[in-house]
């Protein structure tokens, strides 16, 4: 499975972006995907997930209400729609997915990576 994201840029505060991950290879598997950040110094935290089964999405409290994550299944395409956004939520953004039942929030439990898109947001 490949994972590649784009979509980031340089915003001021109070601007929206959206994110783009592009999942291919998966052979038709059921996967949940969704997004995690890593700003300077900090370990990689989650974002948003969007589990394969049923329509409710994990959001991590320091983005629920501002981000929404969605998905379309038929072209394999994952977003991430950031609204309002603030400087503490400049980071390197990661896709990521797995197929294992693993919990959602678990970084551990994703097998696979996208390169990561850099979002900064200044003052």
């Known amino acids: 499975v490949q994972l590649q994201a784009s979509g980031g840029g340089l915003m001021q505060a109070g601007a929206s972006l959206r994110l783009t991950c592009a999942v291919n290879?998966?052979?038709?598997?059921?996967?949940?995907a969704g997004w995690f950040r890593q700003a300077p110094g900090k370990e990689r935290e989650l974002v948003a997930i969007?589990?394969?089964?049923?329509?409710?999405?994990v959001y991590s409290n320091s983005v629920r209400g501002r981000f929404t994550i969605s998905r379309i299944k038929a072209t394999d395409r994952v977003y991430l729609q950031m609204n309002n956004l603030k400087v503490e939520d400049t980071a390197v953004y990661y896709c990521?997915?797995?197929?294992?039942?693993?919990?959602?929030?678990?970084?551990?439990?994703?097998?696979?990576w996208g390169q990561g898109t850099q979002v900064t947001v200044s003052s």
């Open positions: 969007m589990p394969w089964r049923g329509d409710r999405p």
């Open positions: 290879g998966h052979s038709g598997s059921a996967y949940d």
């Open positions: 990521a997915a797995k197929t294992n039942a693993g919990a959602l929030d678990q970084r551990s439990n994703y097998d696979y």
